[in-house]
């Protein structure tokens, strides 16, 4: 069965770095995109980017461009978040996603920015 799961989320400085991944299995992973959503408590889940099955188109929700850059290796099933400059903003679980006949998410995993 299809299954996404994420981690790398943790506890992280205003300004600084972490790195997400999230590692699929029961699909061809390198024929479709993929996204990563996340959820800050008391909103709704927010796109933040996707990347398309080869890599070579990537999109991004306007709270992140220029500081988070979304990438995979298909060889490895993987599906990376680089989140640079961060914000107290951006806290949030953050939720990898694809979508074929439905949406298949991930368990999320939280990333909290203290200022």
């Known amino acids: 069965q299809v299954q996404l799961v994420e981690f790398g989320g943790g506890l992280v400085q205003s300004g600084g770095s972490l790195r997400l991944s999230c590692v699929a299995s029961g699909f061809t992973f390198s024929k479709y995109a993929m996204s990563w959503y996340r959820q800050a408590p008391g909103k709704e889940r927010e796109f933040v980017a996707a990347?398309?099955?080869?890599?070579?188109?990537?999109n991004y929700g306007d709270s992140v461009k220029g500081r988070f850059t979304i990438s995979r290796d298909n060889n490895k099933n993987t599906v990376y978040l680089q989140m640079n400059s961060l914000e107290s903003e951006d806290t949030a679980v953050y939720y990898c996603?694809?979508?074929?006949?439905?949406?298949?998410w991930g368990q999320g995993t939280q990333v909290t920015v203290s200022s």
């Open positions: 996603n694809f979508r074929e006949t439905q949406n298949y």
């Open positions: 990347i398309d099955n080869s890599g070579d188109t990537t």
